[in-house]
C-alpha cells in the first residue's frame, strides 16, 4: 500500500510539472520571446484554457499527500513555511496577472501584469526547484518528526542547511532553466511566424544551459547526499534513468533543430518526467531524509495513514482520475491547433 | 507576542477573506444556470446578455476564490501543522477529494462556459453553464465534510501511534451534522447571489440604462432570494441549531448568552456579556422562547454555561455572542426584505416602488456580513477546541513556526488581499458601468486571455 500511494502521489507531482511548467516557462520567456502587443496576446493565449486546470494538480497532489502522508504533510510544510507562503503570493501573483492582464486596455496595466507574470514565474521555477533538491538533500528532523529552515544560513550543505544552499540553488537554476526550455518548446508547438522562430532559437540557446546544469546536477545531487545511489546501486535497472534523461535531452535539441516541435516537446516531458522519477528512486522508500541521522529519516511505512483510508481512497481516486483526464482530453481537443497571430488570439 | 494567537488568527484572516467570493460563485452559478434556461425555453436574447453579464462577474469573482483559496490547503500543514499529523487521514480525504472532483470539473467548464459560447450549441453552452455549478457546488460539500468532521466527528477511530482513522467512509460523508450545514451554508450562498443580483436589477431599474436587463435580474434574484431567505431560517437553521444544542450544548449557551440554566429560557435579542459577573447588560429578551424554539416547548431546561468548567467555554464568548446575533438579525432582515419584495413583483409594482428598489440596491453587503458571522458563529463555537471535543487547540499549531514568522506572513497576506480588493473593487466597477447589453466590438475588451 505504502508503495501504491508513494508512487501516486509521485505521478500526480510529475503531471504537475511537465503541465504547469509548460505555462511557467511561457511566463519566463513571455517578455523576451513576445515583443509586441499581438505576441504577448498570443503568448498568453496560449496557456489561457489551461494554465488553471494545469495548476489543478498541485492541489490535488497536496490534497492526495495530506491523506496519504499526514506526517510528512505536517512536517515539511510547517518546516518549509516561509518558502511554502512565498510560493503562495507568486501561484497568486500569477494567477492575478495572467487573467487580469486582458481586462484593462491600457499599455501602463498591461505592462505591470506582464512584469508580475515574468517575475512569479521565474521565482516558482527558482523554488519549485530548490524544493526538490531540499528534499534530496534532507532537512534537520528532530525525533518528533518536524524541522524548522530558515529560508538560508550559511549557504553551505551542512547537519543545519537553510532552504537555499548551494546545492539547493543549482536545483533551482536547473528548474528554472529546464522550464523555460520547456516553454519555448510548448510555445514553437502553438505559434508561427516570428514568434515560433524566435521560441525555437530560444529553446536552441537555453538547452545548451540546461545540458550543462544536467551534468553539475547529477554529481551534486551524490555530493549533496551521498546514499542517493544506494537504490541505483541495488536495482542496476534503474541505471536507465541518467541514459533516458540524456536521450531525451539529445532528443530536445535534434528535433528542435528539425523544426519537429512536438517531438521536441515530447522529449521535454520526458526529461522533466525522468528527473523527478529518478529523485524519487534515489529516494524511496524515504519521503523526507535527515540530516540529522537515518534514524529520523520520514519513511513510507512511517508517515502512512491507516489502512482503511487507503483502501476506500485507492477506490475513488482511480474514478477521479478517469474523470480528470476526460476533461483534459476535453479541453485540449478544444483549442488544440495553432494560435492565430493576426486575431491577436481566437476570436471571441 | 503568542504564537497560537497568530497562527489563529492567520487563519480566521485567510479564510475569512477567501469565503467573501465562492459564495458568491456557488450561489451565482446556480442563477446563471436559472437564466440560461429561461433563455433556451423563451428564446429571448435578452437572457443569453443577462447570462454574458453575470458571467463576467463569476470570472473575476472565481479567480479571487482560486488565488485566496490554494493557501488555505496549505494552511493545515503550514500554520496547523500538529492537528494535520493526528488528522490527516480523516480530513485529508475531503480535501484531496475536492480537488480530484471538483477542481478539474471546474477549472475545465468554467473556460469552455465563459468563451466557447459561439463554438458550442446552445445546449452545450447550457450543459457547461451546469456543470460549472455541479462542481462549485461539490467543492462546498467537502469542505463542510471536512469542517463537520472537526464540528461534530463521527465515524474515526485512534491509531495506537495517536493518529485518527476513518472507519466508514460513508460516515464521514454522511455525518448528519455535515449535511444539516451544508444545507444551511448553500442556502446562505443563494442568499448573497439573489441580493447581489437584485442590487444590480434596482441600480439599472433607477438609473434607467438597461432598465429590460435590470428587470430580469430582480425577476430571478427577488424569486431567489424569497426561496433562499426563507429556507435559510426554516428548515436549515432550525434544524442546525437544534442538533447543534444537542451536541455543542455548551456552543448554544454561550451564543445565546445563557450564563445560568433554567426553564422557560429567554431568548436574548441585544445586550452585552459580562463574562466575569456572568450576566448580560441591558438585555432586551423574550421570556421562554428559547426553551420553545430548542424543544419545542416553554417548560424545557436549556443548559446554561454554569453546567460547564470555565475552560471549556467558547472563547471569546462575547465575540460569539455577537456574530451569531448579527447572522441571526440579518437573516430576519432578509427574509422581511425579500417577501416585501416578492409580494410587490407578484403584483406587478416592484419596477416602478422606488422604496422598495432602494433598500434591494443598498442591501447586498448585508449576505456577505452575514454568511461571515455565520461562519465566524461555527468556528468560534467550536473553540476552545480544534475537533470538538478531541483535540484542544493549543494542540494543533505548528510549534515550530515561531510567532514572528506566523507575523511576517500574516503581514504578506494582509497586504496583497489589500491589493486584490482594489483589483476586484475596480473590475467589478467597470463590469457593472458597463452594463449588461454591451455592444459586440467591446465585449472582447471583457475577454479574459481564457480564449474560445
Redesign the interface.
Known amino acids: 500500500m505504502g508503495f501504491i500511494w508513494f508512487w501516486v502521489v509521485a505521478v500526480m507531482l510529475v503531471a504537475y510539472v511537465v503541465l504547469d511548467g509548460f505555462d511557467i516557462g511561457v511566463g519566463i520567456l513571455h517578455l523576451f520571446v513576445a515583443q509586441t502587443e499581438p505576441q504577448r496576446?498570443v503568448t498568453?493565449?496560449s496557456?489561457?484554457?489551461?494554465w488553471?486546470?494545469n495548476?489543478?494538480w498541485?492541489?490535488?497532489s497536496?490534497?492526495?499527500l495530506?491523506?496519504?502522508?499526514?506526517?510528512l504533510?505536517?512536517?515539511?510544510?510547517?518546516?518549509f513555511?516561509?518558502a511554502?507562503?512565498i510560493v503562495?503570493?507568486l501561484?497568486?501573483?500569477r494567477?492575478?496577472a495572467?487573467?487580469?492582464?486582458?481586462?484593462?486596455?491600457n499599455g501602463v496595466w498591461r505592462a505591470f501584469f506582464d512584469g508580475v507574470f515574468f517575475i512569479s514565474s521565474a521565482l516558482l521555477a527558482v523554488f519549485y526547484g530548490a524544493a526538490l533538491a531540499n528534499v534530496i538533500r534532507g532537512v534537520p528532523l528532530g525525533a518528533d518528526?518536524?524541522?524548522?529552515l530558515p529560508l538560508w544560513t550559511d549557504w553551505r550543505v551542512g547537519p543545519q542547511p537553510g532552504i537555499l544552499d548551494w546545492y539547493t540553488v543549482i536545483g533551482g537554476v536547473v528548474a528554472l532553466v529546464a522550464l523555460a526550455e520547456h516553454g519555448a518548446l510548448y510555445l514553437a508547438v502553438k505559434t508561427e511566424g516570428e514568434l515560433q522562430q524566435r521560441a525555437r532559437a530560444t529553446g536552441r540557446v537555453l538547452w545548451i544551459a540546461l545540458f550543462a546544469l544536467t551534468i553539475i546536477s547529477l554529481p551534486a545531487s551524490v555530493i549533496a547526499r551521498p546514499d542517493t545511489l544506494d537504490n541505483y546501486r541495488k536495482y542496476p535497472l534503474t541505471f536507465a534513468v541518467p541514459v533516458i534523461v540524456f536521450l531525451s535531452l539529445l532528443g530536445m535539441i535534434h528535433f528542435c533543430r528539425k523544426a519537429e516541435d512536438r517531438k521536441a516537446f515530447g522529449c521535454s516531458c520526458v526529461y522533466l518526467s525522468i528527473m523527478m522519477a529518478g529523485a524519487a528512486i534515489g529516494l524511496y522508500p524515504r519521503l523526507l531524509p535527515a540530516t540529522t541521522g537515518a534514524q529520523y529519516d520520514i519513511t513510507i511505512d512511517h508517515a502512512l495513514?491507516?489502512?482503511?483510508?487507503l483502501h476506500?481512497?485507492l477506490a475513488?481516486?482511480g474514478f477521479?482520475?478517469l474523470?480528470?483526464l476526460t476533461?483534459?482530453v476535453?479541453?485540449y481537443r478544444?483549442?488544440r491547433g495553432k494560435?492565430p497571430v493576426e486575431s491577436g488570439?481566437?476570436?471571441? | 507576542m503568542d504564537a497560537l494567537l497568530l497562527h489563529r488568527i492567520h487563519f480566521a484572516f485567510t479564510i475569512t477573506f477567501h469565503y467573501l467570493f465562492p459564495q458568491l460563485t456557488m450561489g451565482l452559478s446556480l442563477l446563471i444556470v436559472a437564466l440560461k434556461t429561461a433563455a433556451i425555453r423563451s428564446k429571448d436574447e435578452r437572457y443569453n446578455q443577462a447570462a454574458r453579464f453575470w458571467a463576467k462577474v463569476l470570472a473575476v469573482n472565481f479567480l479571487m476564490g482560486v488565488v485566496t483559496g490554494i493557501p488555505m490547503e496549505f494552511q493545515f500543514g503550514t500554520n496547523w501543522s500538529q492537528f494535520a499529523r493526528t488528522t490527516g487521514g480523516v480530513i485529508g480525504q475531503p480535501l484531496a477529494m475536492e480537488g480530484v472532483f471538483s477542481f478539474f470539473l471546474e477549472s475545465a467548464f468554467l473556460g469552455l462556459f465563459l468563451f466557447g459560447e459561439k463554438r458550442l450549441s446552445a445546449w452545450g453552452h447550457w450543459t457547461s453553464a451546469l456543470l460549472v455549478f455541479i462542481g462549485s457546488w461539490i467543492s462546498g460539500f467537502f469542505i463542510i465534510v471536512t469542517n463537520a468532521w472537526m464540528q461534530h466527528p463521527v465515524a474515526y477511530r485512534v491509531l495506537p501511534n495517536g493518529v485518527y482513522e476513518v472507519t466508514s467512509f460513508w460516515g464521514l460523508l454522511t455525518n448528519p451534522w455535515a449535511l444539516l450545514q451544508y444545507a444551511h451554508n448553500m442556502s446562505g450562498a443563494v442568499i448573497t447571489a439573489a441580493f447581489v443580483m437584485s442590487a444590480a436589477g434596482a441600480f439599472y431599474v433607477l438609473e434607467n440604462r438597461f432598465a429590460d436587463h435590470g428587470r430580469i435580474f430582480l425577476r430571478v434574484g427577488v424569486t431567489a432570494g424569497v426561496i433562499a431567505s426563507i429556507t435559510q431560517i426554516f428548515p436549515t437553521g432550525d434544524l442546525h441549531g437544534r442538533y447543534m444544542a444537542k451536541h455543542q450544548p455548551a456552543t448554544i449557551a454561550a451564543m445565546e448568552g445563557l450564563f445560568n440554566s433554567r426553564t422557560g429560557a429567554p431568548i436574548v435579542l441585544i445586550g452585552q456579556p459580562d463574562e466575569v459577573a456572568r450576566r448580560i447588560d441591558n438585555p432586551i429578551a423574550v421570556n421562554d422562547v428559547l426553551s420553545f424554539l430548542i424543544y419545542g416547548t416553554t417548560k424545557a431546561e436549556v443548559t446554561g454555561l454554569d453546567r460547564f468548567p470555565r475552560e471549556d467555554w467558547p472563547e471569546p464568548m462575547p465575540l460569539l455572542f455577537y456574530v451569531y446575533h448579527i447572522m441571526a438579525g440579518l437573516g430576519t432582515y432578509f427574509v422581511f426584505v425579500m417577501i416585501v419584495a416578492a409580494l410587490s413583483l407578484w403584483k406587478g409594482k416592484l419596477y416602478h416602488t422606488r422604496w422598495i428598489l432602494w433598500p434591494l440596491l443598498l442591501s447586498f453587503p448585508f449576505p456577505y456580513i452575514a454568511n461571515t458571522a455565520g461562519w465566524l458563529t461555527a468556528e468560534l463555537g467550536r473553540q476552545p477546541w480544534v475537533v470538538y471535543g478531541l483535540i484542544r487547540v493549543p494542540e494543533g499549531y505548528s510549534k515550530y513556526v515561531s510567532s514572528g514568522n506566523a507575523l511576517f506572513t500574516l503581514m504578506g497576506f494582509m497586504g496583497l488581499y489589500t491589493v486584490l480588493s482594489i483589483l476586484f473593487i475596480v473590475l467589478i466597477y467597470r463590469i457593472v458601468d458597463a452594463g449588461p447589453a454591451v455592444p459586440a466590438a467591446a465585449e472582447k475588451e471583457f475577454a479574459s486571455v481564457t480564449p474560445d
Open positions: 496576446q498568453l493565449h496557456i489561457g484554457p489551461v488553471d486546470g495548476e489543478v498541485l492541489l490535488a497536496g490534497g492526495t495530506y491523506f496519504a502522508f499526514p506526517l504533510y505536517a512536517s515539511a510544510f510547517s518546516g513555511y516561509l511554502l507562503m503562495l503570493w501561484l497568486i501573483g494567477a492575478a495572467i487573467e487580469l492582464r486582458m481586462k484593462i486596455n518528526g518536524y524541522f524548522f495513514s491507516g489502512p482503511h483510508t476506500v481512497g475513488w481516486w477521479g482520475m474523470l480528470a476533461y483534459f476535453i479541453v478544444m483549442f494560435v488570439g481566437y476570436e471571441h
